[in-house]
């Protein structure tokens, strides 16, 4: 099994014993952070609109492992703004770096700038539609936290009509057959073409509109922002937001293994009060990101 | 015979009633400059009603006519005809992946935004085709792919 030379565009390309090897050298990389096994690499962080988290993620693990980073932030100071193709743009960059991130507000981007480019590409984000690094560290926080990945009882909570990680996430937890639980407003549920492809596959999954209705029997709860702008008006949003707001008098009667993970950025949907409990994971589960793109990045550029 | 037979070309028989125009579409057999004749709604005794089109001096790749004419009527009978003999005869059959035919139905996919080939993955589904985009990856029924043909 290799990753050498290989693109990363949505979790859906990788096998579970792929997924399982990932993590296996995530775990191996958290316990060596820093080292030289990049040195003479170089990552070409090219992102498209703008991202903090995920770009400064890639580009630490990059630097923490010796090698170097070029790259810019934002479209305006590329010649895509002069009008040149995506196409283009990355038949070029392969030319200036080893490994290419691209993070693009396109569906399918990613995919487009692999076929353009002979490096290795890693989609950090294409539009509404994949995130796959984010699966990975998903995955591999859930599996810390828990200690396996099998038979878990998970919620998904928030925005799941629009919200990539948790089709990408849903999508990835097939492979490990979960007892899913979909919480969402009316309105904003898990995409038909998602529950499909888990009824398909044999993944029991329930919908429900409240965290309190089954929080008591959950593993995980991963907890996704609901946004203003998806709703008609602001009284309409303000009304429905308070449902899925996680509150510290709501974990009462958790499992002790529980834990809660979020994405980020969290904005309202988890109560402050919750960071200092143990059921927490969500800074954990960001510190998780930089050892995953670590591992991609090394046995991506075959130092793994 | 309600359309005329043909001396040199190609006749797509057996075509699902209502797809032929779409077929003519896709095809481009308007600019061909080459005699396109078509039936629309003939009766048959196999399909009920059926659609043809016979193009004069013009003879259809077995990989075009899978590629387009497969998919929208999968029971397609392809006669090349010479001096108003078949000289070849085949039924259509579905690939696997279609290629810079149809549009991807995703208006945020960039396949939409920059000249690339679309390219789709053909999956026979429960009596149904599904396509998947090989950029956004979203997977399409034949309708959403071709009601904007």
Redesign the interface.
């Known amino acids: 099994m290799s990753f050498k030379q290989r693109d990363v565009i949505?979790v859906?390309d990788f096998s579970k014993e792929e997924i399982l090897y990932l993590l296996n050298h995530i775990q191996h990389i958290k316990s060596i952070p820093s080292s030289n096994i990049l040195k003479g690499s170089v990552l070409g962080s090219c992102f498209f609109e703008p991202s903090t988290r995920t770009r400064l993620s890639f580009e630490s693990a990059m630097l923490k492992l010796g090698g170097s980073v070029l790259g810019f932030s934002d479209m305006q100071l590329t010649s895509a703004k002069k009008g040149e193709?995506?196409?283009d743009t990355f038949k070029m960059l392969h030319h200036y770096a080893d490994v290419l991130v691209i993070r693009?507000p396109?569906?399918?981007?990613a995919?487009?700038a692999a076929?353009a480019s002979d490096a290795p590409v890693i989609n950090a984000g294409?539009?509404?539609?994949?995130h796959p690094t984010q699966t990975f560290l998903d995955l591999f926080s859930i599996q810390e936290s828990q200690g396996r990945l099998e038979d878990l009882n998970i919620a998904l909570v928030g925005d799941l009509k629009y919200g990539r990680t948790v089709h990408s996430l849903a999508q990835a937890l097939i492979h490990f057959k979960p007892r899913l639980y979909l919480i969402s407003p009316a309105g904003l549920e898990m995409p038909k073409?998602v529950c499909n492809e888990l009824r398909e596959k044999g993944v029991k999954f329930s919908f429900h509109q409240t965290i309190d209705e089954v929080i008591e029997k959950m593993d995980v709860l991963y907890m996704t922002r609901i946004q203003e702008e998806r709703f008609a008006s602001h009284l309409e949003y303000a009304l429905i937001k308070q449902n899925y707001v996680l509150k510290k008098e709501q974990l009462a009667q958790v499992k002790p293994s529980f834990k809660i993970m979020h994405p980020l950025p969290r904005v309202f949907e988890i109560e402050a009060a919750i960071d200092q409990t143990p059921y927490a994971y969500y800074f954990q589960q960001a510190q998780n990101g930089l050892y995953t793109r670590q591992a991609l990045l090394a046995l991506i550029l075959g130092k793994l | 015979m309600p359309v005329a037979a043909i001396r040199n070309g190609t006749v797509i028989d057996h075509i699902i009633a209502g797809q032929a125009l779409k077929i003519v579409r896709l095809l481009k057999l308007a600019q061909h400059h080459k005699l396109v004749t078509l039936g629309l709604n003939l009766p048959s005794k196999t399909m009920g009603y059926k659609d043809i089109i016979k193009v004069e001096d013009w003879e259809l790749p077995s990989e075009k006519a899978n590629q387009v004419v497969a998919v929208l009527s999968p029971k397609s009978k392809i006669s090349i005809i010479q001096n108003y003999e078949v000289v070849k005869k085949f039924q259509v059959s579905l690939p696997s992946l279609i290629t810079n035919i149809f549009a991807?139905p995703?208006p945020?996919?960039?396949?939409n935004?920059?000249?690339?080939p679309t390219t789709f993955t053909i999956t026979p589904r429960h009596q149904m085709i599904l396509l998947q985009?090989?950029?956004?990856?979203?997977?399409f029924s034949l309708n959403d792919i071709v009601s904007s043909i």
């Open positions: 949505t859906n193709s995506l196409h693009h396109l569906e399918g981007s995919q487009l076929d294409d539009g509404a539609n994949q073409d | 991807c995703n945020k996919c960039i396949s935004h920059e000249s690339a985009c090989k950029y956004c990856r979203k997977t």
